[in-house]
């Protein structure tokens, strides 16, 4: 994802192609990269994994994403758990 979000009133996200994600340097921006890992955990089990990094483009953007961490950051582990309950009931649903 690249986009403004550094606040409540300035949600913006860009659309771009893979290819530009790591060169996209216009300030004002964040960027964020999301991976998932599925590994098998015992014989009928498997266990998701998450890693979340971001980047902005500007020292500007960088003083208000860790403003804006500051108020989110805490919530950040609830939202990525609840992203992981939703992946395992959509999984336990399609088997």
């Known amino acids: 994802m690249i986009g403004k979000f550094m606040s409540p009133?300035?949600?913006e996200f860009r659309r771009f192609q893979a290819a530009e994600f790591a060169g996209f340097t216009?300030?004002?921006?964040?960027?964020v990269a999301v991976g998932f890992l599925?590994?098998?955990?015992?014989a009928t089990r498997?266990?998701?994994?998450?890693?979340?990094?971001t980047a902005?483009?500007?020292p500007?953007?960088?003083?208000?994403?860790?403003?804006?961490?500051?108020?989110?950051?805490?919530f950040a582990g609830y939202i990525m758990r609840h992203w992981?309950?939703?992946?395992?009931?959509?999984?336990?649903h399609r088997s």
């Not at 599925?38 to 015992?42: I, M």
């Not at 992981?84 to 336990?92: F, Y």
């Open 9 to 11: 009133t300035q949600l």
């Open 26 to 31: 216009e300030p004002g921006y964040g960027k």
């Open 38 to 42: 599925v590994l098998p955990y015992g």
């Open 46 to 53: 498997s266990l998701l994994c998450t890693e979340t990094r």
């Open 56 to 58: 902005t483009t500007d």
């Open 60 to 74: 500007v953007s960088a003083r208000r994403f860790r403003r804006y961490w500051a108020v989110i950051g805490p």
């Open 84 to 92: 992981l309950t939703l992946a395992k009931q959509h999984a336990e």
